[in-house]
């Protein structure tokens, strides 16, 4: 089993910067690669962004492309979402989550509990 705790969310101003944190624990986190997901109030969840097992690839939504930076750290079994140039748009719930497929894989095996992130106009 991996775990996923995610934590950075909070409330911010348009224009604001805002990074997440997705904390590993329970398996060799470098074999996975993980994506990010948000879900706003009465919309679906939908892709964000992802970060392969190296960190050396990453694929992001044309919504977030060019503001939204994923990173990751695997000494510390961390992947950061850095949010810059926040929209009220950008309000939701974030998930980040972990597959053992391949990094262009739309299956994801683990998800973590969600932190919220609120923008204000």
């Known amino acids: 089993q991996l775990q996923l705790v995610e934590s950075g969310g909070g409330l911010k101003q348009a224009g604001g910067s805002l990074r997440l944190s997705c904390a590993a624990s329970g398996r060799t986190f470098s074999s996975y690669a993980v994506g990010w997901f948000r879900q706003g109030p009465g919309k679906e969840r939908e892709f964000v962004g992802r970060?392969?097992?190296?960190?050396?690839?990453?694929t992001y939504a044309d919504s977030v492309k060019g503001r939204f930076t994923i990173s990751r750290d695997n000494a510390k079994n961390t992947v950061f979402l850095q949010m810059n140039s926040l929209k009220p748009e950008d309000t939701a719930v974030y998930y980040c989550?972990?597959?053992?497929?391949?990094?262009?894989?739309?299956?994801?095996?683990?998800w973590g509990q969600g932190t919220q992130v609120t923008v204000s106009s």
């Open positions: 989550a972990a597959t053992w497929r391949s990094y262009q894989s739309t299956q994801y095996d683990y």
């Open positions: 970060i392969s097992e190296s960190g050396s690839g990453t």
